[in-house]
Antibody, heavy 116, light 107 residues
Framework: QVQLVQSGAEVKKPGSSVKVSCKAS????????FSWVRQAPGQGLEWMGG????????NYTQKFQGRVTITADESTGTAYMELSSLRSEDTAVYYC?????????WGRGTLVTVSS | DIQMTQSPSAMSASVGDRVTITCRAS??????LVWFQQKPGKVPKRLIF???SLQFGVPSRFSGSGSGTEFTLTISSLQPEDFATYYC?????????FGRGTKVEIK
């Protein structure tokens, strides 16, 4: 069964960085296209950026440009989202999703808490 | 960026009611629209893709319609398990953008 398996919850200090992973289990890695979507507590869904591994380059929404880096490692079948200069407002659940399949497949989410 | 205006933001409805949720795009997006259902603490679940195609396994009381700029999600007869928040997403152009959600609550 095809799954996206995300890394575990993180607690980070303001100003630090976090790197969340999303491993594609089953299927061919290069048939995925990974989007990263976040959801702050009690808020809606927000698309941050995405990458198509077979192409390699990532796209980011302007809000996160310069603070987020999305990469994909074909050798491990894993996509990564790194967010830097963390602030309290970045406390959220971060999801990866396969946008090649029109968002039918999602990871279970990774809670990132930013707190001093 | 394409703005997705979703309405209403919240609604109260009873079991058996017909429910309609609308998303309006700030520019044409063809049929590149997805509807999701999300329950508290859970992952968004795709209900409808390509504006009107029902996800396998989703009950037929859910339907989607529209093209261009106006889209509708309809629940023909609301069931207890349908109380949730619903989101639309356009993926016609970068960046993909979500509607702000519609919370369907029990009347």
């Amino acid at each position: 069964q095809v799954q996206l398996v995300q890394s575990g919850a993180e607690v980070k200090k303001p100003g630090s960085s976090v790197k969340v992973s999303c491993k594609a289990s089953g299927g061919t890695f290069n048939r995925y296209a990974f989007s990263w979507v976040r959801q702050a507590p009690g808020q809606g869904l927000e698309w941050m950026g995405g990458i198509i591994p077979i192409i390699g380059s990532a796209n980011y929404t302007q809000k996160f440009q310069g603070r987020v880096t999305i990469t994909a490692d074909e050798s491990t079948g894993t996509a990564y989202m790194e967010l830097s200069s963390l602030r309290s407002e970045d406390t959220a659940v971060y999801y990866c999703a396969d946008h090649y399949g029109d968002y039918s497949l999602w990871g279970r989410g990774t809670l990132v808490t930013v707190s001093s | 960026d394409i703005q997705m205006t979703q309405s209403p933001s919240a609604m109260s409805a009873s079991v058996g009611d017909r429910v309609t949720i609308t998303c309006r795009a700030s520019q044409g997006i063809s049929n590149y629209l997805v509807w999701f259902q999300q329950k508290p603490g859970k992952v968004p679940k795709r209900l409808i893709f390509a504006a009107s195609s029902l996800q396998f396994g989703v009950p037929s009381r859910f339907s989607g319609s529209g093209s261009g700029t106006e889209f509708t999600l309809t629940i023909s007869s609301l069931q207890p398990e349908d109380f949730a928040t619903y989101y639309c997403l356009q993926h016609n152009s970068y960046p993909p953008t979500f509607g702000r959600g519609t919370k369907v609550e029990i009347k």
